[in-house]
């Protein structure tokens, strides 16, 4: 009932900059909380942002001052900027959303990923 498309990801070099958007679609009440997951190679998924509605936002320590989540309600879609770009940033990205359907009922999606390498 709702899709998570995510885009902007690939290849920069350290120190380089890149922005992610994710896109809502789909047949839904609400959109409560958005926020970017990202998962390295053997480690777990970790919350790298979120925003909620009032626009309150949360940043993982590994992140904070580098990268900026940003919502655009119109658009249904959130956006993390990220610069300062270092190596440990490569992971695959997901966009999450905590959803309300038509008749109350929740659903968390999720988005299928996009790359992002920081390498030389």
């Known amino acids: 009932q709702v899709q998570l498309v995510e885009s902007g990801g690939g290849l920069v070099q350290p120190g380089g900059s890149l922005r992610l958007s994710c896109v809502a679609s789909?047949?839904?009440?609400?959109?409560?909380?958005m926020g970017w997951f990202r998962q390295a190679p053997g480690k777990q998924r970790e919350l790298v942002a979120r925003i909620t509605n009032d626009g309150s936002t949360n940043y993982a320590d590994s992140v904070k001052g580098r990268f900026t989540i940003s919502r655009d309600h119109a658009e249904n879609t959130v956006y993390l900027q990220m610069n300062t770009l270092k190596p440990e940033d490569t992971a695959v990205y997901f966009c999450n959303a905590h959803i309300t359907l038509y008749g109350s009922a929740r659903y968390d999606s999720w988005g299928q990923g996009t790359q992002v390498t920081v390498s030389s």
């Open positions: 789909g047949s839904f009440s609400s959109i409560n909380v």
